[in-house]
Each structure stands twice: as structure tokens, then as C-alpha cells.
């Protein structure tokens, strides 16, 4: 079963306007992280944004923000003020424990984004 | 901030020979490092664990006499595609975490783009 789902293969955005990519998680961990990467056409992996399992308030980093509901299991990306450079892959991924104790991240199918002049 | 440096960028080799592409944090001390490999337009998919000074963990379904790892120091992880035929043709990525605790984020090599001819 996936663990990281974004039903959006696709998305499109106007310039200037604000952006929301969605990301479901399956976990029965109290305690994981939630990360958002961005992939350009050159191929590297930008981390963005992180939100924890017990972080009470959304985590914000200039004008990414992440809608995060837990009870849904839900961390969507919004992105505001959308710019032609934000074009690119988006992944959603989860930092998920082992019963080894060590850890490894796991990601979603990524969403496409187009940023429209 | 801590930066993974990959190399080479990309390879062209032929069937039947071994490429070898390696994975260096700069300026931090990785225990743990993280390979993936990306077909296009898709996700990464994770491939192993690498630990230093033990052995790697595999995900299901990679072959660990194909795809060698070692990790023989603290900043440096290989991987070692052995006899490679077009189908492992892909865009590999290591990654490493600059920590244990939980919002660490990945941090990402630019990736080596391997083209088996």
C-alpha cells in the first residue's frame, strides 16, 4: 500500500497566484516527519519544508506553507505568489522508523507543476 | 548547509561493464546514507540503506550482487553498478541526513545519470 500519496500528477498555476499540492500519509508512528523537495528539470532535490508529527502550528518557510491535518493525515503544499521558477516536481515525503531503530524517507509520485506567465 | 556531492554526473558505458558512482558529504559527518533511483517523470524509489562500516540494507526486489555499496567512511558511500545491461539505465541519487532526529531533512547529491549502451 502507498505510504505517500499525491493524487495530482499534474497541476497549473497562474503567476502571483497561491498554489495547493496535496499529500496523504499511512503511518501508525506517534512520532515522523513530513518533507517537501522540489525537483527542477536539472534533476536536484531542494529541500523545502518540514513539519513534524507533534508540531501544533503549520510550518512556514517564506512562501511555502504547509497545511498540515493530522487527524486526516493529510501535509499539503501551499506555495503563495506563485513564480515562473517554481515550475518543477514536487515530492511529498515521510521520515518513517524501523523496528531496527534506524529510519528511511519514503516518497510520494510527485505532482507537476507549471507556473503560467 | 551541508552539501552531498555526487560523482560522476552522468555515465555512458557498455553493456556487460561495471560503473562505479560516489557519494561524499562535504561538510558534515553522514553515518547513514540513502540511495535512490529515479526512471523518468517518477518517483524515487528507495534502493538501499547504506551504513558505514556495516553492511548495506536492500529493499525488496534489488539485487545486492548487482548493485554494490560500500561505505567505507563516515563522508564517503559507492555504488557500484556490476555488469550493466540498458535496463538499469537510469538517473541514480544519494542522499544523507546530517542527523538522527527527526527533522533532518535529506540532503541530496545532483545524481548520476547512467546510460548503458
Known amino acids: 500500500a502507498q505510504k505517500i500519496t499525491q493524487t495530482q500528477p499534474g497541476m497549473f498555476v497562474q503567476e502571483k497566484e497561491a498554489v495547493t499540492l496535496d499529500c496523504t500519509y499511512d503511518?501508525?508512528?506517534?512520532?515522523?516527519?513530513l518533507f517537501w523537495y522540489k525537483q527542477p528539470s536539472s534533476g536536484e532535490m531542494i529541500f523545502l519544508i518540514y513539519?513534524?508529527?507533534?508540531?501544533?502550528q503549520n510550518a512556514t518557510e517564506g512562501r511555502y506553507s504547509l497545511n498540515f491535518q493530522k487527524a486526516r493525515k493529510s501535509a499539503n503544499l501551499v506555495i503563495s505568489a506563485s513564480q515562473l521558477g517554481d515550475s518543477a516536481m514536487y515530492f511529498c515525503?515521510?521520515?518513517?522508523?524501523?523496528?531496527?531503530?534506524?529510519?528511511?524517507?519514503?516518497f510520494g509520485t510527485g505532482t507537476r507543476l507549471k507556473v503560467l506567465a | 548547509g551541508a552539501v552531498v556531492s555526487q560523482h560522476p554526473s552522468w555515465v555512458i558505458c557498455k553493456s556487460g561493464t561495471s560503473v562505479k558512482i560516489e557519494c561524499r558529504s562535504l561538510?558534515?559527518?553522514?553515518?547513514?546514507m540513502f540511495w535512490y533511483r529515479q526512471f523518468p517523470k517518477q518517483s524515487l524509489m528507495l534502493m538501499a540503506t547504506?551504513?558505514?562500516?556495516?553492511?548495506?540494507?536492500?529493499e525488496q526486489g534489488v539485487e545486492k550482487d548487482k548493485f554494490l555499496i560500500n561505505h567505507a567512511s563516515l563522508t564517503l558511500s559507492t555504488l557500484t553498478v556490476t555488469s550493466a545491461h540498458p535496463e538499469d539505465s537510469s538517473f541514480y541519487i544519494c542522499?544523507?541526513?546530517?542527523?538522527?532526529?527527526?527533522?533532518?531533512?535529506?540532503?541530496f547529491g545532483n545524481g548520476t545519470r547512467l546510460t548503458v549502451t
Open positions: 561538510d558534515f559527518q553522514a553515518t547513514t
Open positions: 515525503a515521510m521520515r518513517e522508523g524501523l523496528a531496527s531503530g534506524t529510519y528511511k524517507y519514503i
Open positions: 547504506s551504513n558505514e562500516g556495516s553492511k548495506a540494507t536492500y
Open positions: 503511518t501508525s508512528d506517534q512520532s515522523y516527519g
Open positions: 513539519q513534524g508529527s507533534y508540531d501544533e
Open positions: 542522499s544523507a541526513s546530517e542527523s538522527w532526529s527527526i527533522d533532518s531533512p535529506l540532503h
